[in-house]
């Protein structure tokens, strides 16, 4: 085990991930988004200050440049620091013990900083400096400049108040993170734009300051350590532009110094629909070349479209990872360890997902071989009403509470959750929770997030997603973040002293019962209704009966997604109409055949016969029915009886 790695491990502080209370037979999988870490992080994640620090500038004005480092990112010269700017910020008060190596004894001066300097002591034999810092209460900001060096500070620590130099991350936080199943490290990565390319790149452990390294990382090792101290399974993005050799060295890393009982999520950057972050241009871009450069795959069908060789591009990626992390876990490690995720956009799931899965279903044989489950990020807002810029606390609760109830009927959910089954994967959440974003209505936004009765609309939203059949749900943000500003309250409270959050309580509440019951889907054994496809129009019922051509813009078959009651035979019969005989229609569960219906002429397509029953085994819980015409022009179809 890596030796930094091995410091952080100590004694497990929970049970095994997922573990709930005794007799819960069906564990709730919440897990949660890490913020980032700056100097103005409101999650106080680290021990050391100086790993959350903006890096080292110029003693007077640390804030305006650089200066000399050595090969490890120490400064050789005097220099000051920005530790942290935390206004307004509670439990920053207190005795910091800063420590660190230099050559005689420096001058250590707070810079527009509250507090004191005391007991500083330089050991001419070890070189180390040690002194305390004593920070009072209603500070907004810590820097330090240090003078008098004569060659710089190395290892250089600022502990927070009751913190030992040895320790990493701060209690409260660790604390905070046990509710946590599963920790989503795309913030900690600064994942978005990030262009690393090479192993080499990454930030490493010894670095000063994670927040400063080059390309702003919270190295891998920490991020394994966070898993392996409580028991937490890691979700990990992989940099857009990373090569194979990144990927298995990553790989490597993560199958020596995760606990084995642990799983990692594996997805492939962060959002690469999103024309918002850069890593989707550069995909793009990076498909037309690949297309260019004789790809067999992007473009297999002659599709000709650059976006969909996007969509695809991301499929293939995913899968490629997918498959170094199997050389290196074994097949037996990877069946038991990796989870390799599509993710998609849940307001798009027809360009990106259908696409994305039918290509890879196509190209490399099932997505279940290969996939663990498709993801998405199904926010819920304030929609329309935060036009207005009057609302009220109650007016915002309001809204969101509405959104929250939209998602019940949404059809972009039952795509996804229709999609996901029909190639037998999960479907997760890698984001979600309220999104508040926008510059109106700031203050009632906060005030509605530290609201008591917002409880209850967080665990709602959350019961709805695992009434589709959902699994593991990311909150976006797990820890605090300001609810002070344009960019929303993302945070699960505002302030890491208040685990009382109503939000906090949300979570744990749901966390701590039976799963929800599915409620999503048409419950079966029964009837159903032919025009209730996934994919369907709003107004679905104010047509007439289904009708299945091969040259139908939506394409020739339709998915049904269906709610059995029980493990079983369930036979499926068909009541159609043809015009012409050979009509054939192929009946699909769960992206296997279970057979082919050949129907008779029945004299015009408003003339209906049964079809004899076929023999169908269901699983209970979420299935998808795919009816596919594959030979004639039409077939009308007016009830689907499902025994």
């Known amino acids: 085990m890596n030796a930094f790695i091995a410091l952080l491990a100590g004694t497990l502080i929970m049970g095994s991930a997922g573990a709930q209370t005794a007799g819960l037979t069906t564990p709730i999988n919440l897990g949660g988004n890490l913020e980032g870490v700056t100097d103005w992080s409101y999650s106080n994640v680290f021990a050391d200050l100086v790993k959350q620090s903006r890096g080292f500038g110029p003693p007077t004005a640390p804030w305006s440049g650089s200066v000399a480092l050595d090969s490890n990112g120490w400064p050789t010269v005097d220099f000051g620091v920005i530790l942290a700017t935390w206004s307004g910020m509670n439990g920053v008060a207190g005795t910091y013990k800063l ?40 500070g907004s900001q810590l820097m330090l400049s240090f003078t008098n060096t004569k060659g710089g500070i190395r ?27 599963t920790f989503r490290f795309m913030d900690f990565q600064s994942t978005n734009g990030n262009p690393i390319k090479h192993w080499s790149e990454r ?6 300051s994670y927040s400063a390294a080059a390309n702003a990382q919270v190295p891998w090792e920490v991020c394994i350590a966070l898993c392996n101290k409580l028991n937490r399974d890691a979700w ?120 994305g899965l039918t290509f890879a279903n196509d190209r490399f044989g099932p997505p279940n071989n290969y996939l663990y489950a498709c993801a998405g990020a199904p926010y819920f807002n304030l929609g329309a009403a935060d036009q207005s810029t009057n609302l009220t606390k109650q007016q915002v609760i309001q809204a969101l509470a509405k959104s929250i109830e939209a998602q019940k009927t949404d059809l972009n959910m039952d795509a996804c959750a229709t999609l996901a089954r029909y190639y037998n994967l999960k479907f997760v959440g890698y984001e979600g929770g309220p999104d508040t974003f926008g510059p109106n209505n700031i203050a009632a936004k906060k005030a509605a997030s530290l609201d008591p009765s917002i409880q209850a609309v967080c665990a709602n939203y959350l019961n709805v997603w695992f009434g589709y059949g959902f699994d593991l749900m990311n909150w976006f943000v797990a820890g605090a973040t300001s609810y002070d500003s344009q960019y929303g309250t993302w945070g699960m409270t505002n302030d890491m002293t208040n685990q009382n959050a109503p939000k906090i309580l949300a979570f744990d509440q749901v966390k701590a019962q039976l799963k929800a019951p599915l409620t999503e889907g048409i419950a079966v054994p029964g009837t159903v209704d032919p025009r209730q496809f996934c994919f369907r129009d709003a107004d679905w019922q104010k047509g007439g009966n289904l009708t299945l051509n091969p040259s139908d813009w939506r394409g020739p078959y339709r998915d049904y997604l269906l709610r059995a009651k029980s493990t079983g035979s369930h036979p499926v019969t068909l ?28 004299g015009g397509l408003s003339t209906y016969k049964k079809t004899v029953a076929l023999p169908m085994k269901m699983n209970a819980g979420m299935n998808v029915i795919r009816l596919k015409i594959v030979a004639g022009n039409q077939v009308s179809l007016s009830q689907i009886n499902i025994g």
């Open 236 to 355: 990990i993005n992989v940099p857009a532009q990373a090569d194979d050799a990144y990927v298995q060295e990553l790989a490597h890393l993560v199958h020596q110094e995760l606990n084995p009982n642990l799983h990692v999520y594996l997805e492939y950057s962060n959002e690469v629909w999103n024309w918002g972050f850069s890593q989707s241009t550069w995909n793009l871009n990076q498909a037309a070349a690949d297309v260019a450069a004789g790809d067999p795959d992007l473009n297999y069908d002659k599709v000709n479209d650059k976006n969909k060789w996007a969509a695809r591009r991301i499929a293939k990626r995913i899968k490629s990872i997918s498959d170094i992390f199997r050389k290196v876990y074994g097949n037996a490690g990877w069946t038991n360890s990796v989870r390799p995720v599509l993710a998609t956009q849940i307001a798009w799931p027809g360009f990106w997902l259908v696409d």
């Open 575 to 602: 009541s159609v109409a043809t015009d012409q005989a050979g009509v054939k229609v192929q009946v699909w569960l769960n992206n296997a055949l279970v057979g082919t219906e050949t129907l008779p002429n029945t």
């Open 99 to 138: 420590s660190g190596v230099c050559s005689t004894t420096p001058t250590i001066n707070l810079l527009s900083s509250p507090g004191q300097i005391k007991n500083e002591v330089w050991n001419p034999k070890t070189g180390v400096v040690t002194a305390d810092l004593i920070y009072p209460a209603g």
């Open 155 to 181: 290892k250089l620590q600022v502990m927070r108040p009751g913190c030992k130099t040895t320790d990493v991350f701060t209690t409260p936080f660790l604390n905070h993170c046990k509710r946590l199943s």
């Open 203 to 208: 930030t490493p452990p010894s670095s000063p």
